[in-house]
């Protein structure tokens, strides 16, 4: 035995996973593939990384020195528990699996309390930052035993991007705290791409701008307090040119977004945890509207007219980057709120500010921003949302004017701003002193007795609606 590492699945991201582990001192990396024509092609292709190649599970078992580690980097779901189950066969106590794929936490957690009772560790690990990151450094959000990641933390470390001389990796907590903090960092990937759709539609629709100036202008954002990978590559999609038509690239594509997953269990686990993930939810939602060709193409043919669009100044491109900004502080809050109420139910010691930190390079949202995460989480880790922490407090009210005419001006000019409105409208729940919540509990108490507590005095009440509508105090606490 040779590898103190080896990877098993050998499609894009686990070949550069391994290439990447291979190109780092000290490692050296096993392979295997369920069809070894795969491997023989990654190996013959990368000579340079010197690959222990196996044809047979066993052979890349006994290929791997002790404590074995071997990371799994095959489709979600399908495949994994087989993979899994062929190395726990193999493996001993002490041994690491871990799972590299994008898993659904639950399921990791069920593995982990299916295989602790053989003393090998189980590993659920989010990786981001898609082929490049993988292959380059990606961010690795690792959950299971602190033990396991004595062993494979510097593994890790070593192959992990790095952002201001940190390595974008950290223990998130155990079992499956990893892939559930990846699938967060997923639901803010939808909200941030989305808002940022929304601000190229307004760009395009209200500012009357083409694709190309709108690349412009996105290189111009991310010159600022926009700056992130994901305005970086969408100034470079709307630069594409589609060679055949000579249009620009987006206006080529089928206007349906697809997606894995991983979004809609963002908004599934924060429905069951009760944290309002609107900015998240309405991310998904867009991609669920886009992909429902049948109500699109209904509803265009009864509607005769459309809104003329708003007339804006050359000012509205500054208010569109204000609405971005404000829009993505209220996607990172929520998203943050999921990772508190995830880890308070499910018992995990999520460090927010390591979690800001590790977001810092490698990964799909990566961005100067989210060092003003950790800032704030840093100074002071009990904050009750992000919002109140004074950097987005100063930011927000900043924008604030400027969010509410892109939102209002969209809405005039009937551009579709699921994002945008979301986020407002959830900063302003925050923001009010009331809320129309009273009158909700009023009918809920009119049509089923629900009760309700007053703003005046202790206790619950109850009025006699279908009596002499007199209010009387009841046992129990209103719900
Ligand atoms: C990443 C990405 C990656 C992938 C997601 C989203 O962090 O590297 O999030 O995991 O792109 O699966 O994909 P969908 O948009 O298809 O859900």
């Known amino acids: 035995a040779t590898a103190n590492i080896g990877v098993v699945g050998l499609a894009v991201m686990g070949s ?41 599970i066993d052979d890349f078992v006994a290929s791997l020195t002790k404590p074995r580690t071997a990371i799994i980097m095959v489709q979600a779901g399908k495949g994994t528990d087989a993979v899994i189950e062929q190395l726990v066969e193999r493996f001993e106590p002490g041994d690491i699996i871990v799972d590299g794929g994008n898993a659904n936490f639950h399921d990791t957690i069920e593995r982990e309390k299916r295989i602790a009772p053989t003393g090998i560790h189980f590993v659920g690990t989010g990786i981001s930052g898609g082929e490049e990151g993988a292959l380059k450094g990606p961010s690795i959000m690792p959950g299971g035993s602190e033990e396991s990641y004595e062993t494979l933390g510097p593994i ?15 223990h998130v907590g155990t079992d499956g705290a990893g892939h559930f903090v990846k699938m967060i960092h997923n639901g803010i990937e939808y909200a941030d791409m989305q808002l940022i759709a929304e601000a190229y539609d307004l760009l395009r629709t209200v500012g009357g701008l083409e694709p190309a100036a709108i690349a412009d202008v996105f290189t111009e954002w991310n010159k600022g307090y926009l700056e992130s990978y994901l305005i970086e590559i969408t100034a470079e999609v709307l630069r594409q040119v589609d060679a055949e038509t000579g249009k620009p690239f987006v206006d080529i594509v089928l206007d349906q977004a697809g997606s894995k997953g991983t979004g809609v269990w963002t908004v599934q686990n924060a429905l069951d945890l009760g944290v309002p993930v609107g900015g998240i939810a309405e991310a998904v939602f867009a991609r669920a509207v886009s992909s429902k060709p049948a109500q699109r193409e209904a509803v265009q043919k009864v509607v005769t007219s459309r809104p003329d669009v708003q007339k804006v100044d050359s000012s509205f491109a500054d ?3 204000k ?47 989210l060092n003003r995460i950790a800032d704030a989480y840093d100074e002071n880790p009990d904050i009750a949302t992000l919002l109140e922490a004074p950097y987005f407090a100063d930011a927000v009210a900043e924008g604030e004017a400027a969010w509410r005419r892109v939102v209002s001006t969209a809405a005039l000019s009937g551009v579709p701003i699921p994002g945008f409105g979301a986020a407002l409208s959830y900063y302003d729940s925050l923001a009010v002193p009331r809320l129309p919540a009273a009158l909700v509990q009023g009918q809920r108490d009119f049509f089923g007795a629900h009760t309700y507590k007053r703003v005046d005095k202790e206790g619950t009440f109850h009025t006699l609606w279908s009596g002499d509508r007199t209010e009387i105090e009841t046992e129990g606490s209103s719900h």
């Open 16 to 56: 550069n996973l391994a290439r990447n582990l291979a190109s780092r001192e000290g490692n050296t990396v096993a392979v295997y593939n369920r069809t070894y024509a795969r491997t023989e092609e990654l190996i013959t292709e990368h000579p340079e990384a010197g690959f222990v190649a196996s044809e047979s």
């Open 323 to 369: 609405a971005l900004y404000a829009s993505k502080v209220v996607a990172y809050a929520q998203g943050f709120d999921a990772i508190i109420a995830g880890a308070e139910k499910y018992g995990w010691n999520i460090n927010k500010d390591k979690i800001a930190k590790i977001w810092r390079g490698g990964c799909i949202i990566r961005a100067q921003f």
């Open 319 to 321: 208010d569109v980057s």
């Open 156 to 170: 890790l470390e070593s192959i992990a991007a790095v952002a201001e001389g940190e390595p974008c990796v950290t």
